[in-house]
């Protein structure tokens, strides 16, 4: 609902891609804000043990969120919500959504403070990788404040995807994408004040109650804010948000029936991050580098996949409602085809340019030999990761709009089995930087196979598709593969040339501006995705941050 008492209804079918452009673009500004809060963590706490206890604990709501099925609410409470939008009935809409918000405050609320009860047990499962016992004592009791600062963040998630999950549902895409900039920001101000009062390159041994303070006290008020704002989001949609009991709601027990699946999901997708975390922090600054990469992997889903499985999730629920099974397929097919004209040349520019751009990222104490190759290798190894996870947004909105919560969690639990056996043969027949590159490559062999396989799942069922998505896809790819094999070629010519920043720097940019160009000419054609999603970036939102 408006403030002007009219009610939001979901994207039509013409403005999916312009809806997906608008996630987009503020997510861009959002990620490009997150991207700097990493490589400041990196250039303030370096490649040590310290900054990984930073990034581990800063990660490890985010992770608790995902194991709470907190990253599947949108896609869980959307699609509840969409019938009585469709029908005007907005008393309902206020209901179930404040019944989630009371029972995601409740449940996270308690996650929170067992968390912080076996706080010193979490500081010593993350500390075993720690090789030297004093460096790893100093390690565990690091941990503690700083786990408790940092456990009360996963409230705070939760009431944030609350309120951006009503706002999508009620057609609402720019705020939601943009509220994380506050986080982004008070962290990034966090730490350059660090910076100034404690200076750099801390080391285990030195760190106080201080230092932890201002590091995991500053991280939580960023969460905060960024859930103060998407709660006034939903305000201004004319939705007064404010948590009721939903567990005695017939509605919020049927999403919770829902849900439950989903939760097995969300272990395996939580339980994937605890891997990748783990078998990183058996290397010094291993968990910042595979941490810049996973920024850098995220930017492209963020701003393609992401932004489609959004836009396209109350549509396809509309459509299931319906019973409209032709159209559903169809703008499935359109959304992945849509997600793709971002996702692949992502991967192949990742692939091909990781090594060139990892010396432009690694700042402060990162910019070593060691650390520009861990962010090399890692880097390089998440490229494919990219296409898999792309996959997997848009085929869980297909899922979880017809109510399927199974092949989600059947998905995950082939992508973490994978994961796990190949970061644990990284660990165990690799060393240095050479564990992170295998890790990350584990990474994306997981993403891609679990995604194929719960595309099938999706696609099976449903009636012939008329959409062209096989030769979009090929379209997408080709372009892709000339546009970013003729940089990287480019780039090896460059590198011997370009050893100090600034010319890297430059080289980079240019070798990026003339990809995409090259990209945009051979995949553009009459009527395309991409002059709509283009569209998309150049329409004004009436958001303001």
Partial sequence: MTPDGEVSVPPSEASVAENSASVAKWTLVSRITGFARVLLIGAVLGPSY?????????????????????????????PRLVPHIDRQDMPSVERIANGTLGVVICAFGAISVLVMITAPFVGALFGAGVPDAAE???????ALPLILLTAPQLVGYGIAAIGQAVQQALGEFALPAAASIVENVVVLATLAGYALWFGTGTALSEVTLAHLLVLGGGSSLGVMLHACLQWWGVRRLGVKLRPTAGWRDDDVRAMVSTALPSSGTALLNGGRFLVLMLAANTVAGGVVALQLALNVFSLPVALGAKPVAYAVLPRLSSLWDKGDRVGFSNEYSKGLSLAALVAIPSAAACAGLGWFGAPIVALGEMNSEVGRQLIALAIVGVAG??????????????SYARHEARAPMHAYAIRLVILLVGATIAVLTTSGPWVIFFTALAMTVSDVVSGIFLHTRVVNPLPARTYGLNKSLAYTGGAAAIAFGAAAGAAGLLAPMTDARP???????????AALG????????????LKLFIGGFRRKDPVSV
């Fill in 50 to 78: 310290f900054g990984n206890l930073f990034q581990i604990a800063n990660q490890l709501p985010w992770i608790l969120f995902e194991l709470s099925v907190g990253v599947l609410l949108g896609a869980i409470l959307i």
């Fill in 518 to 529: 090259l990209y945009g000419v051979l995949r553009s054609k009459p009527d395309d995705e």
């Fill in 503 to 513: 010319g890297r720097i430059a080289a980079a940019l240019l070798l990026g501006i």
């Fill in 136 to 142: 790893r004592a100093d390690f565990v009791a690091a």
């Fill in 385 to 398: 990761s990219i296409i898999g996870e792309t996959i997997h947004q848009l085929a869980i909105s297909a």
